[in-house]
T-cell receptor
Framework: DAKTTQPPSMDCAEGRAANLPCNHS???????VYWYRQIHSQGPQYIIH?????ETNEMASLIITEDRKSSTLILPHATLRDTAVYYC?????????????WGLGTSLAVNP | ETGVTQTPRHLVMGMTNKKSLKCEQH?????MYWYKQSAKKPLELMFV???????ENNSVPSRFSPECPNSSHLFLHLHTLQPEDSALYLC?????????????FGPGTRLLVL
């Protein structure tokens, strides 16, 4: 089962910031939070990941609460091409492997 | 372009056919993965290869047979599939030695079993 909870859908106006929330209240201390997005019928695209600290890259910012039970992905200036399903994922350790536990994500619609 | 390619991009096959899906990564990674994505369901991890050795098989039916001849190539051999096997099959790769390893995905193969 997924270790994250996300709203099934969100809307955002073009040019505005898109803030996508994620709850991961059962996350363990050494488990990373990853964000991917998937544009219709394409492979998932890596966006960003973090453990405790906030992170920023050329695509987005990731804000993780101090208790690590939730996080927010911020797309600072959403464009129509950002319309996609966004997945918040906890990476868990299973034996010698590290596994991404996927949910159903948030379908973000960026509107003109 | 993520550096992970998959062929074919689309495949239609009958239940008695045998076909193979191919994945190639150009990222110098040492781990490769097969995932299945069915409509309205989360991505399901099928197989994991680490340094060409299979390290995970998530109770996948034997009609799916993976092969990893080297760390850059991964195949999924298909035979006597069922209509419920129709899905998007995704390949991914990562660098296993890094604690912050990130999986990079290919574009997927859209499979339809008739």
């Amino acid at each position: 089962d997924a270790k994250t909870t996300q709203p099934p859908s969100m809307d955002c106006a073009e040019g505005r910031a898109a803030n996508l929330p994620c709850n991961h209240s059962t996350i363990s201390g050494n488990e990373y939070v990853y964000w991917y997005r998937q544009i219709h019928s394409q492979g998932p695209q890596y966006i960003i990941h973090g453990l405790k600290n906030n992170e920023t890259n050329e695509m987005a910012s990731l804000i993780i609460t101090e208790d690590r039970k939730s996080s927010t992905l911020i797309l600072p200036h959403a464009t129509l091409r950002d319309t996609a399903v966004y997945y918040c994922i906890v990476r868990v350790r299973a034996g010698n492997n590290r596994k991404l536990i996927w949910g159903l994500g948030t379908s973000l619609a960026v509107n003109p | 372009e993520t550096g992970v390619t998959q062929t074919p991009r689309h495949l239609v096959m009958g239940m008695t056919n045998k076909k193979s899906l191919k994945c190639e990564q150009h990222l110098g990674h040492n781990a490769m993965y097969w995932y299945k994505q069915s409509a309205k369901k989360p991505l399901e991890l099928m197989f994991v290869y680490n340094f060409k050795e299979q390290t995970e098989n998530n109770s996948v039916p034997s009609r799916f047979s993976p092969e990893c001849p080297n760390s850059s190539h991964l195949f999924l051999h298909l035979h006597t599939l069922q209509p419920e096997d129709s899905a998007l099959y995704l390949c991914a790769s990562s660098h296993r030695d890094n604690d912050q390893e990130t999986q990079y995905f290919g574009p997927g193969t859209r499979l339809l079993v008739l």
